[in-house]
C-alpha cells in the first residue's frame, strides 16, 4: 500500500511569509496528486490537483510542484485567510491522504 | 454549480449499519464519479470509497481495503443521490462523513464536497 508522509506536522509562520509543505509517496504515484486546505469546522477545499494545476479560483500564491515521490505546496506571501490545515492525497489508483500539516500564527 | 448534502441519523448503535445518502444538486449525477471520506475527531482524512457511472457499464465501485469488507456504496440516478453503508460499526468509526464529487475521468480529486455528518457510534 502506498502511505503519504507529509512534513512538518506543524508550522508556525507570520502574514507575509513564504511557506514550503512537503508531500512524500512511499512510492512512485507519477504526478497523481492534490492538494487540500481544511478550515475547522468545515469541508476541505481543492487548491491544487494533478501536482501542479491550480484549482479554478483559488488564488496564484498557492503552487504546486513535484513528481514521482516528492511533492511541495508553497504559498507565497502567506495571507490571514491561509492559516489552516493542509492535506496531500494521492490518488493513482485508490485514494490516500497525507496526515496534514496544520499552518498556524507563529 | 454542484452542491452536495449529506443526510442520515447521527447516532448509530455498536454492531449496526450506518447509512447516509449524498443528495446532489445542480448537475446530473451521471455527468461526474463520487465519493465518500470520513475524519475522526481531531484526526486527518481517510478515503472510504468512490463511485463511478458509465452509461455503458453503469456503475463500479473502488474502496478503501481496510473498510472492504464492511462498506457498500450505490447511485440511485432517479433520485439524483448517492448512499454510503456501512455494517457491524463500533466506536472507531465516530467521524464525520463527506461526500464529494470527483469532476473527471482522468484522476479521482475531489473538487465539490459536502458540508459533512457527524456520525456518532455509541448505545
Known amino acids: 500500500d502506498i502511505q503519504m508522509t507529509q512534513s512538518p506536522s506543524t508550522l508556525s509562520a507570520a502574514v507575509g511569509d513564504t511557506v514550503t509543505i512537503t508531500c512524500r509517496a512511499s512510492q512512485s504515484i507519477g504526478r497523481w496528486l492534490a492538494w487540500y486546505q481544511q478550515k475547522v469546522g468545515k469541508a476541505p477545499k481543492l487548491l491544487i490537483y494533478?501536482?501542479?494545476t491550480l484549482q479554478s479560483g483559488v488564488p496564484s500564491r498557492f503552487s504546486g510542484g513535484g513528481s514521482e515521490t516528492e511533492f511541495t505546496l508553497t504559498i507565497s506571501s502567506l495571507q490571514p485567510d491561509d492559516f489552516a490545515t493542509y492535506y496531500c492525497q494521492n490518488y493513482d489508483r485508490l485514494s490516500v491522504f497525507g496526515q496534514g500539516t496544520k499552518v498556524d500564527v507563529k | 454549480q454542484v452542491r452536495l448534502q449529506e443526510s442520515g441519523p447521527g447516532l448509530v448503535k455498536p454492531s449496526e449499519t450506518l447509512s447516509l445518502t449524498c443528495i446532489v444538486s445542480g448537475g446530473s449525477i451521471t455527468d461526474s464519479h463520487w465519493s465518500w471520506i470520513r475524519q475522526s475527531p481531531g484526526s486527518g482524512l481517510e478515503w472510504i470509497g468512490n463511485a463511478y457511472y458509465s452509461v455503458y457499464d453503469g456503475w463500479t465501485t473502488r474502496y478503501n481495503p481496510s473498510l472492504q469488507s464492511r462498506v457498500t456504496i450505490s447511485l440511485d440516478t432517479s433520485k439524483n443521490q448517492f448512499s454510503l453503508v456501512l455494517k457491524s460499526v463500533t466506536a472507531a468509526d465516530t467521524a464525520v462523513y463527506y461526500c464529494?464529487?470527483?469532476?473527471?475521468?482522468?484522476?479521482?480529486?475531489?473538487?465539490?464536497w459536502g458540508q459533512g455528518a457527524l456520525v456518532t457510534v455509541s448505545s
Open positions: 464529494a464529487r470527483i469532476p473527471t475521468s482522468w484522476g479521482d480529486y475531489l473538487d465539490s
Open positions: 494533478k501536482a501542479s
